[in-house]
């Protein structure tokens, strides 16, 4: 293992990720993951990594890291004042970082989650083909848990440049907003609420409450109306997946869901706009918008178009 990073403090919650642990949810394993994908894969592309390398997922407070070695690392997602050494440096773009520097989060500006990759990836062991933690189940990341002061992170191949450093910039994608927008697709049990219940759900604003961690976000406002309750015979759980329990209120299922639940699913959000979802926090507001599956589709296609014109642009 080469030298890698000494975690001097790990911030509010700091846990390694990836795309997730794919496959295993028939046999109760969250698939986990990073919270904002789109946020990752910029990231890994601007450090010259494979897109879904694992990274560091930071949230509301970041850690303070110390760089045993030098590398190239990139930070994407929300705005929470990165320096090193003191010094204001620049989100989405590559950073050289020197043996003995210390990269430090001076306080959230927007959003919620930063991701830090690092050139030639973390030395973490793979657990069903992921590194990604998952902290119920104890397993993948560092020994299964959030990061810990002290902890040491070893590089795999760390690197003292990289092909086309100078251009490797893009720009900052978030911006905090005072209302967010989530596209959804309705359903599976969209049939099991009132019209006036649909119309309240896509009518209203709801507010993000403190009930908000990598599992799920709880939401409040308006009830949500059923035709004879929320109860289902428990099924599958998706990634935005929005339940309505009985008392009427969404909760947004997040990376670290159950995998299978028995509440209405009213609707999904859209992976397009996981983006949004993964860094919006207490207080803030959010408003559903129904869209198409087509449509879902050629978000999701255009932004997977921006990820090939960044592999080209940087690495050709």
Do not use: W
């Amino acid at each position: 293992m080469a030298a890698g990073i000494t975690i001097l403090n790990p911030g509010l919650l700091t846990t390694i990720q990836d795309a997730g642990r794919i496959g295993y949810q028939a046999y109760g394993v969250s698939a986990s993951g990073v919270m904002d994908p789109r946020a990752m894969n910029v990231a890994n592309i601007l450090v010259g990594n494979d897109d879904n390398e694992a990274v560091l997922e930071c949230t509301m407070m970041g850690p303070q890291i110390r760089f045993d070695v030098g590398n190239v690392i990139a930070i994407t997602g929300g705005d929470l004042g990165a320096s090193v050494d003191g010094k204001p440096v620049p989100t989405y773009r590559a950073l050289k970082v020197e043996a003995g520097q210390t990269l430090r989060f001076t306080g959230l500006r927007g959003g919620c989650r930063a991701f830090i990759a690092f050139a030639g990836g973390l030395d973490i062991p793979l657990v069903m083909g992921s590194r990604s933690t998952y902290m119920k189940a104890k397993i993948g990341g560092l020994e299964g848990r959030k990061l810990q002061k002290d902890d040491v992170i070893g590089f795999r191949d760390p690197k003292e440049t990289i092909h086309n450093f100078d251009i490797r910039g893009f720009t900052p994608e978030f911006v905090p907003r005072n209302e967010y927008t989530l596209h959804v697709i309705l359903g599976p049990q969209d049939d099991m609420f009132t019209d006036e219940g649909l119309k309240t759900f896509l009518s209203e604003t709801y507010t993000v409450t403190p009930e908000f961690d990598r599992m799920g976000c709880r939401l409040d406002g308006p009830v949500i109306a059923h035709k004879n309750g929320g109860d289902i015979i428990s099924d599958g759980i998706a990634f935005g997946a929005i339940q309505v329990p009985s008392a009427g209120k969404p909760i947004i299922m997040l990376a670290d869901r159950q995998t299978t639940g028995g509440y209405t699913k009213i609707a999904n959000v859209i992976t397009a706009d996981f983006r949004l979802l993964a860094q919006m926090k207490a207080g803030d507001k959010v408003r559903f918008e129904k869209t198409s599956i087509a449509a879902a589709q050629e978000a999701l296609l255009a932004q997977r178009a921006t990820m090939r014109i960044l592999h080209y642009t940087f690495d050709r």
